[in-house]
Nanobody, 123 residues
Framework: QVQLVESGGGLVQAGGSLRLSCAASGFTFSRYVMSWFRQAPGKERELVAAINWGGSTTNYADSVKGRFTISRANAKNTIYLQMDSLKPEDTAVYYC????????????????WGQGTQVTVSS
């Protein structure tokens, strides 16, 4: 049974930082593309960042490039999202998601999702 459990969300002032974590279980973690999505109220779910199996390839939404960093620790079955220089428009529920290839992730339709963690950035 695939499980993805996010943590690290919270309330932060604009310009601050947060680090999200996603602990995975129930599948061969090192074979899967891992990703972070977010969804703000009234908006569509957005792909924020994705990382390949070994961590050598990453993709970012234009809105977060240079501010967010995705990484993974295969020995710990965990991925991270380091979020710096946060802006009020980054406020959203952040989801960890996974599938075997980038195709499903970039189509915003990975098979497995976490329950989400709230990130709120105050101005």
């Amino acid at each position: 049974q695939v499980q993805l459990v996010e943590s690290g969300g919270g309330l932060v002032q604009a310009g601050g930082s947060l680090r999200l974590s996603c602990a995975a279980s129930g599948f061969t973690f090192s074979r899967y593309v891992m990703s972070w999505f977010r969804q703000a109220p009234g908006k569509e779910r957005e792909l924020v960042a994705a990382i390949n199996w070994g961590g050598s390839t990453t993709n970012y939404a234009d809105s977060v490039k240079g501010r967010f960093t995705i990484s993974r620790a295969n020995a710990k079955n965990t991925i991270y999202l380091q979020m710096d220089s946060l802006k009020p428009e980054d406020t959203a529920v952040y989801y960890c998601a996974t599938d075997l290839t980038f195709v499903q992730v970039q189509a915003r339709s990975p098979r497995y999702w976490g329950q989400g963690t709230q990130v709120t950035v105050s101005s």
